[in-house]
């Protein structure tokens, strides 16, 4: 069955996967959803006995249907390899009453490799397929790892340029050092002296930009994205939904048919939306819960019905009568109040029609919130939710370590804090895997001086071989890597440059 890929707020706009692949995003800003949502066509039973790669070609074969077998097999083959320092790809971990699906152990240590070590070879067959003319110039708005992460999959890659913009202060010092060492002749990093969300604001902006996009057509160059609103970024990270839950029950953890719940750290609401995409391949996924840091716009949403990016819920008494204020915390990647990826959440749950859709996002330009109706609330029971402060992390980070030897970074222990407190107010003791979405080296003192405010004092590089000593945990080969290497990029522009730059990138 052909699977075609429209925009959530206009179904003329309809085009293959590969070509919504190449174009990112579609022409009226809104997102390519598949017009069907398929289901697996093999039984668990057979899935049971498939590594990551045979999994990976199973889900992706449904979404990305005018890719021939061999091009897929292909893609998966060059991206799933040694790259990763473990066989399993994305491995499991029992700690602290949950299973913890370690999804760093790619070239950049965060989960974005899952989808970006892929994404560059979907994009180059894609472009062979259309006979695409233009250079594919990549823009790509980070709130830490999708940056370095998109930089890897993309450094040299003939035929395509990257470019990466993301907040100047606001992403760790590791995270930074990543990018600004990045290596590549047709490679740029851009720091900005906004937010994330200016930054991706920024970046959408001009891709919908017609007349800069002539230009640049003009010049030989077409855009593309590397962010999740990408659907050859999304639909890879489905598969290890799908994988977690062989695995599970490959080892005798759940049994034959049994419903496992699902814990993400969310930002842009990508990661999240594949879990909920996995689930409607068939996966038996009970709840699906949301968890947010300070910037709790998704919390607010969840318990309400409002997305308000300008006002923050009252626990209280449910009023957005107080202003919100975008916090920069220590899981960065989380940092962020306009989610994406939850458009193509609304579109499905407005029964998949692009004329709400359109309506409640041209809403939420134009006076930075929307609601949705009764009907529309009733879809997400499947969602749970809830958010940790900075304490609230420390806290977790600090006793898992404590009860279990075991460290995760900032962003898993949001979403442990936030597992916890569920498990605790529901009494829900289903099988929970919690996505674990970034190496604890990324964020070596957030989560040092979490277990011991006393590492505090020590310098960067230090807390690296302190991180290793108390986890036990070999140095990854990125740690390594960003060690001695040289700074290339020292760009840093204000938000309404961007243009600026991506034409000074293309000259
Ligand atoms: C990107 C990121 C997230 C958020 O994922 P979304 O798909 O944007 O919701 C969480 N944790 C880490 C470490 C990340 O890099």
Request: with cysteine; net charge negative; proline share 3%.
């Amino acid at each position: 069955m052909e699977i075609l890929y429209h925009s959530t707020r206009d179904k003329n706009i309809k085009l293959t996967a590969s070509q919504a692949i190449l174009q990112g995003l579609a022409e009226d800003g809104g997102l390519f959803v598949p017009e069907k949502m398929p289901v697996l066509d093999k039984s668990i039973e057979e899935l049971k006995g498939m590594d990551y790669r045979q999994t990976a070609y199973e889900v992706m074969k449904l979404f990305f249907t005018d890719y021939t077998e061999d091009e897929l097999k292909n893609c998966i083959a060059k991206a799933y390899d040694e790259k990763f320092d473990c066989e399993e790809i994305a491995p499991i971990a029992a700690a602290g009453g949950a299973y913890y699906l370690e999804l760093f152990h790619g070239a950049t240590i965060a989960f974005k490799d899952m989808a970006l070590s892929i994404l560059p070879h979907l994009m180059t067959t894609a472009a062979k397929k259309n006979a695409l003319k233009e250079e594919i110039v990549i823009l790509t708005a980070t709130s830490g790892d999708t940056g370095k992460a998109a930089l890897a999959g993309f450094a040299d890659v003939p035929g395509t340029r990257i470019m990466v913009f993301y907040p100047k202060n606001g992403v760790s010092a590791v995270q930074e050092r990543q990018m600004v060492t990045q290596r590549g002749s047709n490679v740029r990093v851009v720091g900005i002296t906004g937010n994330f969300d200016d930054a991706q604001t920024g970046v959408k902006q001009i891709f919908n930009d017609a007349e800069m996009k002539e230009e640049l057509k003009q010049k030989g160059f077409v855009f593309s994205s590397a962010n999740s609103i990408n659907i050859g970024r999304l639909i890879p990270q489905v598969v290890y939904y799908v994988y977690a839950y062989t695995t599970l029950l490959r080892s005798g953890r759940i049994h034959d048919k049994e419903a496992i719940n699902v814990c993400v750290p969310t930002g842009n609401f990508g990661n999240i939306l594949a879990a909920f995409y996995a689930k409607q391949l068939g996966i038996p996924i009970a709840k699906l819960i949301c968890a947010s840091n300070k910037n709790r716009v998704l919390t607010d949403f969840f318990a309400s019905g409002t997305y308000d990016k300008l006002h923050e819920r009252n626990e209280a008494n449910g009023s957005f009568d107080s202003e919100r204020s975008f916090v920069l915390t220590g899981s960065p990647s989380m940092d962020i109040l306009i989610s994406s990826n939850l458009e193509r959440l609304i579109w499905q749950i407005a029964g998949c029609d692009e004329e709400k859709n359109a309506a409640l996002m041209k809403e939420l330009n134009a006076k930075g919130s929307y609601a949705i109706s009764d009907d529309m609330k009733e879809k997400l029971a499947d969602f749970s939710y809830g958010y940790a402060s900075e304490e609230d992390t420390a806290e977790k980070i600090r006793s898992l370590y404590a009860d279990c030897s075991y460290v995760i970074d900032p962003h898993t222990a949001v979403a442990g804090m936030v597992y916890d407190r569920y498990r605790k107010e529901s009494g829900d003791e289903t099988p929970t895997v919690i996505a674990s979405t970034a190496s604890p080296y990324k964020f070596a003192r957030t989560v040092l001086c979490a277990i011991d405010p006393e590492y505090g004092k020590l310098g960067d590089m230090e807390l690296i071989d302190k991180l290793q000593e108390v986890s036990k945990v070999d140095i990854p080969q990125a740690i390594e890597d960003i060690r001695s290497a040289p700074v290339l990029h020292d760009i840093v522009c204000e938000t309404a440059d961007m243009p600026r730059e991506v034409r000074e990138f293309l000259k």
